[in-house]
């Protein structure tokens, strides 16, 4: 796990103004990659308020640092059986430190739903590949959206 990172844990409506403050730290370029459209503050926002908690699911890595939340993961289940979308973001401060990665391990690890099989992600990210593969994941790309199917390892009771 990643040094900073103080717990792992799901986070819940009680979170969403850390969830608000996290958001609000990405640029513009991170906002179109996590929301298919830049997004501005006050978009970023409302988006959080107005968020469905019962439907997603949320992972956040916290830093004891002033940071605060260093990461967050969301799940979406899609209409495919065992199949989520993944939507994942890191504070720029904590990049290319193993947040993201420390993140989808523990969701993966840690998953109490057996059918959790295959994560897909809308644009394929470089780095969602990298993680995939640094964990020993298959991967699989396609040329229409979602581009990156992530085959998770076996359930492990």
Known sequence: MYPLITEIGTLDVGHRHALQLHLMTLEKDDRYARFGRTLCDDAVLA???????????WWGAWSAADIGLLGAL????TSYPG???LALTVHPKARRLGVATS????????RTDANLATLVCEN?????L???KALGWNV????EAPRVWLELPAHIN
Request: glycine share 6%; aromatic share 8%.
């Open 47 to 57: 988006w959080v308020q107005g968020m469905d908690w019962k439907q997603s699911r």
């Open 74 to 77: 969301q799940l979406t289940p």
């Open 83 to 85: 199949v989520n979308e």
């Open 103 to 110: 993140l989808l391990k523990y969701v993966v690890e840690t």
């Open 124 to 128: 394929g990210h470089p780095a969602i």
């Open 130 to 132: 990298r993680m995939a």
């Open 140 to 143: 699989r790309l396609q040329e």
